[in-house]
């Protein structure tokens, strides 16, 4: 079986062959720090945390590269507001950041780069395409020579004639041609700057991406990600200035997720919609909100309602429910039953179909389908008189599997929740129904070494929390 990946500089899913056998390249745009991210910025976060999840799952060494961007024009007006420096702007927001994705179960990156900290590389990489005759500058300002490079608008899949009709040059800038884009700008007074060929100043934000991917990776990469909003003018910048520079190409894979939308609005500022992820996980269990961006194919919009979260908590607690219900039935297993290799062969079946929906493009909500075809399977096995602790490791190391490639967690030593009680209780009741009064002492136990008191009445079981 073969991963495909639909490729948006193709417009068509292509069966995925990294540059060096076994190994993968991958480079995903991070956020600019001047603030707390918002939950747009969680889904690619979250998506391609489980891109590289997959990847590893299936046998690649993964190098993942995610930047953040540390100076430029918000962050230096948060600084004047804050009454900051702007390197310490940075530092404490990139320090939110990672506590804010680390609540979503999503994995630091090999390396995190940072604008100010690739300065020197910036400038040679700015020089290189001046002295290639794609970059020119004008008293401090350097530009881009777009129509240098014949390609321009492959990506976005517009043709430059098409652009050049909706672009302009606006007051005070010097560039020659209105398609022609910012690599390096004079610093205004009291500005943080630093020194280059060209004077004072900082570095325009396409370039950026450019030199820490070429440091990090190397000239060509495997795959380029980020949101469905840098596809056009970022990344088509950002292909223009490597390829140009590099004479390679720059990705062989790029990847782009949908927008999110709050009820059923775009999210903006001027709607009063703004969701932090920092006020989310207070509110929302930060697992359910990870499962619930993963419930929706990461090339598709997708919808952040209370509505939808429910419908995944509960989507969870079912899963979670079956990974207990497991667990307590491996109890009283025995090393044997007739039925075994019938068991054995659905658990592959259902893992064989999880890696074939997931090879499709990282179909998640696929995945996420099959995942409750296995709590489902588990919840029918566990009803059987006699089962095996084969069978039971074999449902609980699948799921496992499922679930950290999802990158959800499922904690079975946690207090028990609501549905799990009469699931368990549930099963008690058929175990008394077949005479198999071991098993349901045995649940009994359990239950109340959880602090659930049973207490059997005419009208059936009921229970309380000790």
Not at 214 to 219: A, C, E, V, W
Not at 363 to 390: M, P, R, W
Request: charged content about 30%.
């Amino acid at each position: 079986m073969s991963i495909k990946i639909y490729n948006t500089l193709t417009r068509q899913k292509e069966v995925f062959k990294p540059i060096e056998e076994g190994k993968v390249k991958m480079y995903v745009c991070g956020p600019t720090v001047y603030n707390y991210i918002h939950i747009g910025n969680a889904r690619p976060a979250i998506v391609f945390d489980t891109v590289r999840r997959y990847l590893e799952y299936r046998g690649y060494d993964v190098k993942y590269v995610l930047n953040f961007t540390d100076v430029d024009d918000k962050l230096i007006k948060a600084a004047n507001e804050l009454g900051m420096e702007v390197p310490d702007v940075a530092d404490r927001f990139i320090k939110a950041y990672h506590e804010d994705v680390r609540a979503f179960g999503v994995r630091k990156a090999d390396s995190h780069p940072r604008v100010t900290e690739t300065m020197d590389d910036i400038i040679e990489f700015i020089q290189g395409l001046i002295d290639g005759g794609y970059a020119y500058e004008e008293k401090g300002d350097v530009y881009f020579k777009t129509r240098s490079f014949d390609e321009y608008g492959k990506l976005s899949h517009q043709s430059i004639d098409e652009l050049r009709s909706g672009a302009r040059i606006e007051v005070g800038e010097k560039k020659h041609d209105p398609l022609d884009f910012t690599l390096w700008k004079p610093a205004k007074p009291g500005e943080i700057a630093w020194d280059s060929p060209w004077g004072k100043g900082r570095p325009g934000w396409h370039i950026e991406c450019s030199t820490m991917a070429k440091k990090y990776l190397g000239d060509t990469i495997d795959i380029h990600a980020g949101g469905q909003d840098l596809s056009f003018p970022h990344h088509e910048n950002e292909i223009a200035q490597s390829e140009s520079l590099n004479g390679k190409t720059f990705a062989n894979y790029w990847m782009h997720n949908g927008y999110i939308n709050i009820e059923n609005e775009k999210m903006s500022k001027s709607q009063g919609n703004f969701v932090l992820v920092h006020d989310v996980i207070k509110e929302q269990n930060p697992n359910v909100v990870r499962f619930f961006m993963l419930s929706v194919h990461y090339r598709n919009p997708i919808n952040f309602s209370k509505f939808l979260l429910d419908s995944a908590e509960n989507g969870l607690e079912r899963i979670k429910s079956a990974r207990v219900n497991l667990s307590h039935r491996k109890q009283a297993s025995t090393n044997l039953t007739d039925n075994d290799e019938e068991w054995l062969q659905k658990i592959e079946e259902l893992k064989d179909k999880f890696i074939t929906e997931m090879d499709d493009d990282f179909n998640t909500a696929n995945a996420i389908s099959v995942l409750f075809d296995l709590a489902k399977e588990g919840n029918v096995y566990v009803q059987e008189s006699h089962t095996s602790e084969k069978v039971i490791d074999a449902f609980i190391q699948t799921m496992d599997d499922f679930i950290n490639i999802l990158g959800v967690e499922i904690d079975d030593n946690e207090k028990l929740l609501d549905d799990e009680i009469e699931s368990l209780i549930e099963e008690r009741n058929q175990a008394r129904k077949n005479r198999n009064f071991a098993r349901a002492d045995q649940i009994r136990d359990e239950l109340k070494e959880k602090n659930i008191i049973l207490e059997d009445t005419p009208q059936g079981t009921r229970w309380k929390r000790g």
